[in-house]
């Protein structure tokens, strides 16, 4: 056997067999990661979900962007000021009803805070969305 290369008409050498059999192995491989990863639902669907998600988010921020440049300033002003109010009696309340509240009550109240506080992109996307219909119904009836 020599290592020379031979002509197309003669057999291959166990040497290049090899090779096309490694060759093969490599775009089998290939191939069936393809195929598993278009039979994976489950990491399709997290995908798809991720990127719902981030336009939703980015349509959120467009329309906050939006709404807070058609506001004029003293409804800025005035929306801050009931913002801050209603933080401090909620503050208030929430002292008061912790003194008073038995402790599985207290234990609830924390697990809907901690999924509040998880969701929080769904609930400034909403509060947009609750912004927006309130501007536009007010712009509405002013015209």
Same mark, same amino acid.
């Given at each position: 056997m020599t290592d020379q290369p031979q002509n197309n008409d003669s057999t291959p050498t166990p040497?290049?067999?090899?090779e096309q059999v490694e060759e093969t192995r490599e775009?089998?491989?290939?191939?069936?990661? %393809? =195929?598993? %990863?278009?039979t994976d639902v489950k990491s *399709?669907?997290? $995908? !798809? +979900?991720?990127?719902?998600? @981030? *336009?939703?988010?980015d349509k959120a921020a467009h329309a906050l962007h939006v709404a $807070?440049? !058609?506001?004029? =300033?003293?409804?800025?002003e005035k929306a801050s000021h009931a !913002? *801050?109010?209603l933080a401090e009696t909620a503050h208030v309340l929430g002292d008061k009803i912790q003194d008073r509240a038995s402790?599985?009550?207290?234990?609830?109240?924390y697990q809907v805070a901690q999924? /509040?506080? @998880? @969701?929080r992109g769904?609930?400034?996307? @909403?509060?947009?969305? +609750?912004?927006? /219909?309130?501007?536009?119904?007010?712009?509405r009836k002013r015209c």
């Open positions: 040497e290049e067999l090899r775009e089998l491989g290939e191939t069936v990661e %393809a =195929l598993a %990863a278009k *399709q669907t997290r $995908h !798809k +979900a991720a990127k719902v998600k @981030s *336009q939703v988010q $807070h440049d !058609k506001t004029p =300033l003293p409804t800025r !913002k *801050q109010q402790e599985p009550t207290l234990d609830k109240a999924s /509040a506080r @998880s @969701s769904l609930l400034i996307a @909403s509060a947009v969305a +609750a912004l927006a /219909a309130v501007f536009f119904t007010w712009r």
